[in-house]
């Protein structure tokens, strides 16, 4: 069945270090893949996405994602990180029936930031 | 201009009642969503609207009904709230049922004493 998984619960990184959330998907064919950032109390904001074409996708306040085939990743990354930055963050898939698709979340990972 | 947005932000009710949750999307946007966020921070989709149209309807309680008077709007009524309804439930939309880009709301968080 198609999924997703984020293997990291919890993670705390300092102020100024660089950062990277995993994400692996299980996905028979080409994956849609995006990630979303919920800060405390907040929304889903849509970081970045990717479709097709360069594997490396920019997103929005200053990450990127790798998608790696080989490995069925698409892990979130920046190199320094904001005390702003500290949020939930949610690796998903849109999943397909017919033309009609769902978003499939991973679990999502706790971003805290120290100072 | 919210892209997305949801009323009321926050609901606090007794178990037994019955609530409303409203969504409007001013983006154009042919299809509309609702998901669930629990307790632990899971998100799944309940419900999805293509034109007004029904077109996903996941394992979710009879209780829960969801209503699109139009377009642009994807309501969410509950009846005979329970305890385990209590979550963060998002509206979402995006341009066409096949589009792959999802625009979430600000979320609405229910909680049932």
């Known amino acids: 069945a198609q999924s997703v998984t984020q293997p990291d619960i919890h993670i705390t990184v300092s102020e100024g270090a660089s950062l990277e959330l995993r994400c692996n998907y299980s996905?028979?064919?080409?994956?849609?893949l995006f990630w979303y950032v919920q800060s405390p109390g907040q929304g889903l904001q849509l970081l970045l996405k990717?479709?097709?074409?360069?594997?490396l996708v920019q997103g929005i306040k200053g990450f990127e994602a790798e998608f790696k085939r080989s490995q069925s990743s698409f892990n979130l990354r920046k190199p320094s990180v904001h005390w702003s930055d500290a949020a939930e963050y949610f690796c998903a898939v849109v999943l397909y029936s017919g033309n009609t698709g769902k978003l499939i979340f991973g679990q999502g990972t706790t971003l805290q930031v120290k100072p | 201009d919210t892209a997305v947005s949801q009323t009321p932000k926050y609901l606090v009710t007794q178990m037994g009642n019955d609530k409303s949750i409203k969504c409007e999307q001013n983006?154009?946007?042919?299809?509309m969503y609702w998901y669930k966020q629990d307790s632990k921070k899971f998100l799944k989709i309940m419900f999805s609207y293509n034109n007004k149209e029904l077109i996903i309807n996941e394992t979710v309680p009879n209780r829960f009904s969801p209503k699109s008077p139009d377009k642009a709007h994807l309501n969410l009524h509950i009846n005979s709230l329970e305890l385990g309804d209590s979550a963060v439930y998002f509206c979402?939309?995006?341009?066409?049922?096949?589009?792959?880009?999802?625009?979430f709301g600000e979320g609405s968080w229910l909680t049932v004493v």
């Open positions: 990717y479709f097709s074409g360069d594997t």
């Open positions: 996905y028979g064919a080409t994956p849609y």
């Open positions: 983006l154009g946007h042919d299809t």
């Open positions: 979402a939309s995006s341009q066409r049922r096949g589009e792959n880009t999802i625009y």
